[in-house]
């Protein structure tokens, strides 16, 4: 009787174990292509595009020293190939955002990053700079290492 109560207490122990390690059906269901049961909204399932303003300012407060906005010369969604126009000949920009309904790109960049890159972009699309100033000659009137008081 003895065994028999090791036995089934051995049993129960070892299906509580493995319950309690088996798989999370939520996370296992999480990446597979059934509908999810959830209710989804129509916000959710689509990109929620910023208005070039609101980008603009945020590029602003990320402190990037170049800012464009890109429009097509026609007034249209960006396809596709302009995209890869864009991403092909400003492959150093630190961001590059679509707004206004895919109408427009922001792109924001550090000091050097884009060269000459913006006359290719000009050739293309209408352009909006909204750099940080820059001095005429590329120098300052104060040096770097200057001791502000």
């Known amino acids: 009787m003895r065994f028999d109560f090791i036995f089934v207490s051995f049993l129960l122990a070892g299906s509580l174990f493995t319950m309690a390690c088996g798989p999370n059906e939520e996370i296992l269901k999480s990446n597979s292509n ?3 049961t959830e209710p989804t909204s129509a916000a959710n ?3 929620a595009y910023d208005t070039v303003e609101n980008e603009v300012e945020n590029m602003r407060t990320a402190d ?5 906005v890109l429009r097509r010369k026609d ?6 190939d302009d995209k890869a126009f864009v991403r092909a000949n400003a492959a150093n920009a630190n961001r590059r955002s ?3 309904d895919g109408k427009a ?4 960049a ?7 890159v913006t006359k290719k972009l000009a050739e293309r699309f209408e352009v909006q700079d909204f750099s940080k100033p820059r001095p005429e000659n590329g120098n300052s009137n104060t040096p770097a290492n200057a001791n502000i008081h």
């Not at 990037?64 to 464009?68: E, P, R, Y």
């Not at 790109?105 to 924001?108: E, F, R, S």
């Not at 550090?110 to 000459?116: E, I, K, S, W």
């Open 64 to 68: 990037f020293d170049f800012i464009f």
């Open 75 to 80: 007034g249209g969604i960006m396809q596709p």
């Open 110 to 116: 550090n000091a050097g990053t884009l060269g000459d």
């Open 45 to 47: 399932s689509q990109p």
């Open 105 to 108: 790109i922001v792109i924001g």
């Open 34 to 36: 059934q509908p999810s």
């Open 98 to 100: 679509l707004v206004e």
